[in-house]
């Protein structure tokens, strides 16, 4: 059951530990500051991120980047006070007094258990509710910035209030500090949801339904592209590629245990013919069913079977974003299923296939975690310790670094999750190997073992990309819109200079498309240089410019996107560096 991609990075070394103090600190100091400016702010939670912090507060008036600065300056203030941060165990009765003003305070009072402690932390006269850890003194907060306030509501929830949220940051040092600030500008140039305005990739539309993609041509040749090497690479690793309905008998997703896990991340089924259909979350199933329709021997195992799924999964209205969080994508779905013996060798194949996969998109930096069982669990534990072994193996024979996130698994089965860095060394959670050990039993999966008797196949989820509108919400601002030529919806703009040469140019347009490439003309009656402009913004790797003298000569003049001028070129020349292109 292989879940969305998250994007939160338990950092687990010193520097990330420091971070996470001093930034859920700097929450506390902020949320000290906004009660000074407004006294009858109500706070409600302020923890520390991947790369920050935040804090929600019912305030009765949006804050304005005035109040920002204002809320800084105090700030700075508290922090060059060398307040210590104080920690204190109370009892309930005594927390629910301290917090008697505080109504999101007591609602998480009320949420905890009977047998939880309950502590506070206090800097100055600031006590806020607080498991901790933090900073020795507020003077170690060192280089801080608030960022920008959007809505949020309380729990995440449409029916709750809608609070105001500041997010700020806070770094060790002024230098990282400045760092990170610059490259959250660099990635807001490269927001995908507005390069995909901008290159008419795809919309979304109230009218179809929130976090629902259609992909324009554009975006569609990017996304063709895409799958077509996907499926080559799949075929080379010895994988069927199978294709399965968008929805499913209630029975079936009974068997699965769905309904009982899952539901909530269902939609309500469809009623035909008396029979009740879901929209499927996962294609877990229909794979197996696919195993199920025959009897397999041991000699056929391992099966490898792999779909471009496209799944629907209820998220929240308030989380969904652009093409990263949606509720429907197409999972680069796969089920393997095979014998104990080839587990390892399976789940190395899987890891080969996925370098293989990335690195075709640039991407080479990994972080890699192995998540083991946790206390509840199904399954045998024999199976769980092979498989276990198995996913540590395959790491190890590659010479892998990985953090171990033990009692990190699902209750069905360990797994493996890979990370990609993007260029601007963003993490985004792609890949995932997961073993099962509830499903095969649930559908009662077997094959004939070599003594003629039946045994249980082992049974593997993967998805290495994710799914593909994530993905190439990735791509587009990890390549900031200027897609690799194999990849770019439109390859090269033919520019005439003048209508005269309209017709040269369209001559060496069909030359290229026979040659394959995506080619368009610019012919409208617009000055050369508003035409390079245009196609700059495009991102368009190629730009050839024919006038009086490449008509007489037989050439085109050739600029890249880059702003390259590479001269005058005769088509064979231009074709034969535009195939090295493609293929580096
Ligand atoms: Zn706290
Ligand atoms: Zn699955």
């Given at each position: 059951?292989?879940?969305?991609?998250?994007?939160?990075?338990?950092?687990?070394?010193?520097?990330?530990?420091?971070?996470?103090?001093?930034?859920?600190?700097?929450?506390?100091?902020?949320?000290?500051?906004?009660?000074?400016?407004?006294?009858?702010?109500?706070?409600?939670?302020?923890?520390?991120?991947?790369?920050?912090?935040?804090?929600?507060?019912?305030?009765?008036?949006?804050?304005?980047?005035?109040?920002?600065?204002?809320?800084?300056?105090?700030?700075?203030e508290?922090?060059?006070?060398?307040?210590?941060?104080?920690?204190?165990?109370?009892?309930?009765?005594?927390?629910?007094?301290?917090?008697?003003?505080?109504?999101?305070?007591?609602?998480?009072?009320?949420?905890?258990?009977?047998?939880?402690?309950?502590?506070?932390?206090?800097?100055?006269?600031f006590?806020?509710?607080?498991?901790?850890?933090?900073?020795?003194?507020?003077?170690?907060?060192?280089?801080?910035?608030?960022?920008?306030?959007?809505g949020?509501?309380?729990?995440?929830?449409?029916?709750?209030?809608?609070?105001?949220?500041?997010?700020?940051?806070?770094?060790?040092?002024?230098?990282?500090?400045?760092?990170?600030?610059?490259?959250?500008?660099?990635?807001?140039?490269?927001?995908?949801?507005?390069?995909?305005?901008?290159?008419?990739?795809?919309?979304?539309?109230?009218?179809?339904?929130?976090?629902?993609?259609?992909?324009?041509?554009?975006?569609?040749?990017?996304?063709?592209?895409?799958?077509?090497?996907?499926?080559?690479?799949?075929?080379?690793?010895?994988?069927?590629?199978?294709?399965?309905?968008?929805?499913?008998?209630?029975?079936?997703?009974?068997?699965?245990?769905?309904?009982?896990?899952?539901q909530d991340?269902?939609?309500?089924?469809?009623?035909?013919d008396?029979?009740?259909?879901?929209?499927?979350p996962?294609?877990?199933?229909?794979?197996?069913?696919?195993?199920?329709?025959?009897?397999?021997?041991?000699?056929?195992?391992?099966?490898?079977?792999?779909?471009?799924?496209?799944?629907?999964?209820?998220?929240?209205?308030?989380?969904?974003?652009?093409?990263?969080?949606?509720?429907?994508?197409?999972?680069?779905?796969?089920?393997?299923?095979?014998?104990?013996?080839?587990?390892?060798?399976?789940?190395?194949?899987?890891?080969?296939?996925?370098?293989?996969?990335?690195?075709?998109?640039?991407?080479?930096?990994?972080?890699?975690?192995?998540?083991?069982?946790p206390?509840?669990?199904?399954?045998?534990?024999?199976?769980w310790?092979?498989?276990?072994?198995?996913?540590?193996?395959?790491?190890d024979?590659?010479?892998?670094?990985?953090?171990?996130d033990?009692?990190?698994?699902?209750?069905?089965?360990?797994?493996?999750?890979?990370?990609?860095?993007?260029?601007?060394?963003?993490?985004?959670?792609?890949?995932?190997?997961?073993?099962?050990?509830?499903?095969?039993?649930?559908?009662?999966?077997t094959?004939?073992?070599?003594?003629?008797?039946?045994?249980?196949?082992?049974?593997?989820?993967?998805?290495?990309?994710?799914?593909?509108?994530?993905?190439?919400?990735?791509?587009?601002?990890?390549?900031?819109?200027?897609?690799?030529?194999?990849?770019?919806?439109?390859?090269?703009?033919?520019?005439?200079?003048?209508?005269?040469?309209?017709?040269?140019?369209?001559?060496?347009?069909?030359?290229?498309?026979?040659?394959?490439?995506?080619?368009?003309?610019d012919?409208?009656?617009?000055?050369?240089?508003?035409?390079?402009?245009?196609?700059?913004?495009?991102?368009?790797?190629?730009?050839?410019?024919?006038?009086?003298?490449?008509?007489?000569?037989?050439?085109?003049?050739?600029?890249l996107?880059?702003g390259?001028?590479?001269?005058?070129?005769?088509?064979?020349?231009?074709?034969?560096?535009?195939?090295?292109?493609?293929?580096?």
């Amino acid at each position: 059951m292989l879940d969305h991609g998250s994007v939160d990075d338990h950092g687990s070394n010193a520097v990330e530990q420091l971070r996470h103090r001093m930034r859920h600190s700097t929450a506390h100091v902020m949320a000290d500051a906004v009660l000074r400016l407004f006294p009858e702010a109500k706070m409600a939670i302020g923890p520390p991120t991947q790369d920050g912090f935040y804090y929600d507060f019912e305030v009765s008036r949006p804050f304005t980047p005035e109040d920002l600065a204002s809320i800084q300056r105090i700030m700075l203030e508290t922090i060059s006070e060398t307040h210590p941060f104080l920690r204190e165990e109370v009892t309930r009765e005594e927390a629910l007094s301290l917090f008697s003003n505080q109504p999101y305070k007591l609602e998480i009072i009320d949420s905890l258990s009977d047998t939880e402690t309950l502590s506070i932390y206090k800097h100055g006269n600031f006590i806020d509710l607080c498991q901790g850890p933090h900073i020795e003194n507020t003077q170690d907060i060192t280089a801080f910035k608030l960022l920008n306030v959007a809505g949020a509501y309380w729990r995440g929830d449409e029916k709750r209030p809608m609070l105001q949220r500041i997010y700020g940051t806070a770094f060790e040092s002024q230098s990282y500090l400045d760092d990170h600030l610059n490259k959250l500008e660099e990635a807001e140039k490269r927001d995908h949801r507005i390069l995909g305005r901008q290159l008419d990739l795809f919309t979304i539309h109230e009218e179809i339904g929130p976090g629902l993609i259609v992909w324009h041509p554009k975006g569609g040749v990017i996304r063709t592209k895409l799958e077509d090497y996907w499926r080559d690479i799949h075929y080379k690793h010895g994988y069927k590629i199978v294709y399965s309905p968008h929805i499913g008998r209630s029975q079936l997703w009974e068997t699965s245990g769905h309904l009982d896990f899952y539901q909530d991340s269902m939609y309500a089924p469809v009623e035909v013919d008396e029979q009740q259909y879901y929209l499927k979350p996962m294609n877990c199933p229909f794979h197996i069913m696919i195993y199920r329709s025959d009897l397999h021997s041991y000699r056929e195992l391992p099966l490898r079977i792999a779909e471009l799924g496209t799944v629907y999964r209820y998220e929240r209205s308030g989380v969904l974003h652009g093409l990263m969080r949606v509720r429907g994508f197409t999972q680069d779905d796969a089920h393997i299923f095979c014998l104990p013996e080839q587990v390892e060798s399976e789940v190395g194949d899987v890891l080969s296939l996925t370098f293989e996969l990335l690195e075709a998109f640039g991407f080479n930096d990994y972080s890699i975690s192995l998540s083991t069982r946790p206390e509840k669990y199904v399954g045998d534990l024999d199976m769980w310790e092979h498989a276990t072994q198995s996913l540590g193996n395959a790491l190890d024979t590659r010479d892998l670094e990985y953090d171990i996130d033990a009692g990190g698994g699902a209750f069905y089965g360990p797994k493996i999750d890979i990370k990609i860095r993007d260029a601007l060394g963003r993490a985004w959670q792609c890949t995932t190997v997961q073993f099962d050990f509830n499903l095969p039993e649930r559908f009662d999966l077997t094959f004939q073992n070599a003594e003629g008797g039946r045994s249980r196949p082992y049974m593997v989820h993967r998805a290495i990309l994710g799914s593909l509108e994530r993905f190439i919400g990735v791509l587009i601002e990890h390549y900031a819109g200027a897609f690799p030529l194999w990849l770019s919806p439109v390859q090269a703009v033919v520019i005439p200079i003048a209508d005269r040469h309209i017709d040269y140019a369209e001559q060496i347009h069909s030359q290229l498309e026979q040659h394959g490439f995506r080619v368009e003309v610019d012919s409208r009656s617009e000055r050369m240089n508003l035409k390079i402009r245009h196609a700059q913004l495009q991102k368009i790797p190629y730009m050839l410019i024919v006038g009086d003298k490449e008509l007489e000569q037989g050439t085109t003049s050739v600029r890249l996107r880059s702003g390259t001028d590479m001269g005058s070129m005769l088509l064979a020349d231009l074709t034969r560096h535009m195939d090295e292109d493609l293929t580096s």
